[in-house]
């Protein structure tokens, strides 16, 4: 049976009850906070933190070096956008985080579609552009990591020397997400971790298909994840009850403006996710597939727009139909980040690792006949 891994969220902007919160009830994300956040999810098992990058996030660099002296195991996802940073000083950071914290760094690599925020930052490529700038991207990344000098002449990057200072001999493994042709293609070639965003599973099936017979094509093997939220509690009427209740805090006029946002993005993962639910608050439509709910996409609450919503053995069995199709890693959030990870980790896990131990029961006993 395929090994399930779980991962939790670093608060870098805001954290709420709920989806849109007023100034005047917004939880302060101070370092204090991320680090009760961030140790309560280490205690918890969850295996890392997801640091996230954008224009309302702090900067997830700095963000989880502070961490780092904070905990002991945990190990930390840092997103990084290839257009903000050169190949060869992100392959030098991350030597130095790996020393620094005993190997627990791991990386996001994040290709970037909201255009106008990547403009902001200076990055002006086109979408195809961006997706062959990180093929380079993380081709100087690993080469950098094997520590031989080396020199590189790409249609992004033109080294000389380089590779000397950044030598790793634990690397960081790579996620890295997208629905398109480059998306694809990145996950395919170099991912350890291709993300899907909060798809049911049967799209999700279809994205474990296709990338990996793209993989396969190349000689490799490559996990899957998926990025979504979830509404857990002990019966599936509290649940439905709290998701309500986030739907009824969102006001349709912001909704028609967060969705004119959602469209400009240029993003293919994203219209996958965004395209469950009609962009307009319909209570009746917004549960896309047995305990799926696209209520959190009508704000685009990230790349996980939407959410598993039900019981704590309801969520465990939608998570069991998930590793069934391939997908093993499970980026999970949830509002606001402290007190879900404790409803996850204490009501689900306990419903998951059972029906795990029943599936695997029958194998377990032909091993021993």
């Known amino acids: 049976m395929t090994t399930a891994h779980f991962h939790w969220f670093t608060p870098l902007g805001q954290d709420n009850k709920d989806l849109v919160a007023p100034p005047d009830k917004q939880r302060i994300v101070s370092h204090a906070y991320r680090t009760d956040v961030v140790r309560a999810a280490e205690r918890l098992g969850f295996e890392s933190v997801l640091c996230m990058v954008g224009r309302y996030c702090n900067d997830p660099w700095i963000t989880a070096a502070s961490l780092i002296a904070e905990t002991s195991k945990i190990n930390f996802i840092v997103a990084v956008r290839?257009?903000?940073?050169?190949?060869?000083?992100?392959?030098?950071?991350?030597?130095?985080?790996?020393?620094?914290?005993?190997?627990?760094?791991?990386?996001?690599?994040?290709?970037?579609?909201?255009?106008?925020?990547?403009?902001?930052?200076?990055?002006?490529?086109?979408?195809?552009?961006?997706?062959?700038?990180?093929?380079?991207?993380?081709?100087?990344?690993?080469?950098?990591?094997?520590?031989?000098?080396?020199?590189?002449?790409?249609?992004?990057?033109?080294?000389?020397?380089?590779?000397?200072?950044?030598?790793?001999?634990?690397?960081?493994?790579l996620f890295s997400g997208g629905?398109?042709?480059?998306g694809i293609e990145v996950g395919a070639r170099y991912a350890s971790v291709h993300l899907t965003y909060g798809e049911t599973p049967p799209l999700a099936r279809e994205h474990v298909q296709t990338v990996s017979e793209l993989a396969a094509k190349h000689g490799r093997e490559v996990e899957f994840g998926i990025k979504i939220q979830v509404i857990a509690r002990e019966t599936a009427a509290e649940a439905w009850r709290e998701a309500d209740r986030l739907f009824d805090g969102l006001d349709s006029d912001y909704i028609a403006r967060q969705q004119k946002v959602i469209r400009a993005r240029n993003s293919v993962s994203q219209s996958r996710v965004q395209a469950l639910n009609s962009g307009v608050k319909d209570r009746a439509s917004l549960e896309v597939y047995p305990n799926v709910w696209a209520g959190t996409g009508l704000v685009g609450m990230g790349g996980g727009s939407t959410a598993l919503v039900g019981s704590y053995e309801q969520i465990a069995e939608r998570i069991h139909e998930y590793l069934s199709i391939g997908v093993n890693h499970f980026l999970v959030s949830g509002h606001p980040l402290l007190e879900s990870a404790y409803e996850f980790a204490e009501g689900v896990i306990p419903y998951f690792k059972e029906r795990q131990a029943r599936v695997e029961q029958p194998a377990r006993q032909a091993a021993h006949t």
Request: charged content about 25%; aromatic content about 12%; cysteine-free.
């Open 179 to 182: 629905s398109s042709a480059g």
């Open 82 to 173: 290839p257009g903000y940073t050169l190949p060869t000083v992100i392959a030098h950071q991350a030597a130095s985080f790996q020393n620094i914290s005993n190997n627990r760094l791991w990386l996001n690599i994040v290709t970037g579609s909201h255009e106008e925020e990547l403009r902001g930052y200076g990055d002006t490529l086109s979408k195809e552009g961006r997706y062959e700038r990180t093929l380079e991207f993380i081709d100087v990344l690993q080469r950098s990591w094997e520590g031989a000098p080396f020199d590189y002449n790409g249609e992004y990057y033109r080294i000389e020397g380089g590779g000397e200072s950044s030598r790793l001999s634990v690397p960081p493994k």
